[in-house]
């Protein structure tokens, strides 16, 4: 019988974690090992995105019959993220339980992970976490990979168009409310095409998540951006409501240089026509795939000098670093941007050869070989 394993994946919207499952199937599938992918109901994209053949889709509306979705006999089963203690007590009762760590456990719940045979951090930031809380971390990062195989299945869009920024929690009668009003309203809007302004091009490329915490790092960085009208600020992505009204208010003293774009197929397409990609702030960010995809796309990347991000961007060579703004109230960063707009020769990322192979595909495959044969002799002792 062909090597399978269960994984795990609730998540109905479309993010970080959902193109770091979409990887990790193909690099199984590289190794002869089939997934049954267990999924929300309401997550619609994961037909689209080129998973491999034989790639089992099983949805689900939630835990309890995502633990029916399982095999009766011992399995090998990934989730992404921790699973709720209750779940992850009966799964591990019969299977091979083992998880993601997609945030970085810094602060969290010290009792995540205690059902866990093994757990794989996606940075050595997530490691260090995992291990100071007394969990069973593998002894290396699994880190992402520059992937931008979104939605193979349709053709990439000619021009980068404005979509609706918003993500919709139909938990919150707010959301549900609005997520009814809005195809009501889009109709009437224009959706103006993307053209790079003249100037400096910053960038964000991600979901507007609470995690990133933008709108407290443009608190204290929009006002400094006042003093420089050469920069503009481009943002591709979308998020829940109250993250994107707390972003723009955060944005109000550039609001004529801010525009947003929602969320894009195409996000090559998006690095290569900015001159840096801006990140949040680093404590609770776990890696940062698109720091990764940006340096593989040529884009030097500007973030706080601190893990995760210093293990992802080489200063001055594939970004630049600045200090936390909490600490020194951006003086950093604005010397930075001064730096920038004076810069001889632009950084050339996608020429470091040596450091973006370490989040090759061929790579992230070598480290899943180890860990499959290491779950093959685990499941014997079942």
Known sequence: ?????????????????????????????????????????????????????????????????AIDRLPGEPAWVLTHGPLPKMFAERIARRHLLTGIAHMPPQGGRADRYDDYAMVFGVSGYVLEGLRAAGFRAWHEPFYGVADFRRFRNGAAPAQIRQTSCYEWDLR?????????????????????????????????????????????????????????????????????????????????????????????????????????????????????LNVIEAQACGTPVLAVGAPPFTETVLDGRTGFFYRDPRQDGGAGFAALVERLLDLPQPLRPAEEHAHLARFGFDAFVERMRSVAAWARQELMQK
């Open 1 to 65: 019988m062909r090597p399978a394993v269960f994984q795990i994946n609730l998540q109905a919207h479309f993010g970080g974690g959902e193109v770091y499952t979409g990887f990790l199937t193909r690099a199984l599938a590289a190794l002869g090992v089939a997934t049954t992918l267990v999924c929300h109901r309401d997550a619609d994209f994961w037909s689209r995105l080129g998973l491999p053949p034989g790639t089992v889709f099983r949805p689900v509306d939630g835990w309890e019959a």
């Open 172 to 288: 919150k009668g707010r959301d549900r409310l609005l997520s009814r009003l809005e195809p009501c309203v889009e109709p009437l809007r224009r959706r103006p095409v993307f053209d790079r302004r003249s100037g400096l091009t910053l960038g964000i490329v991600s979901r507007l998540t609470p995690i990133k915490q933008f709108p407290l790092l443009f608190s204290i960085l929009a006002p400094l951006l006042v003093r420089f009208p050469q920069a503009n600020l481009e943002i591709f992505g979308s998020g829940g409501y109250a993250s994107v009204r707390d972003l723009k208010n955060a944005l109000a003293p550039i609001r004529e240089r801010t525009r947003f774009w929602g969320q894009q197929q195409d996000v090559a397409a998006v690095y290569r026509r900015l001159d840096y990609l801006m990140t949040g702030l680093p404590e609770k960010e776990a890696l940062g």
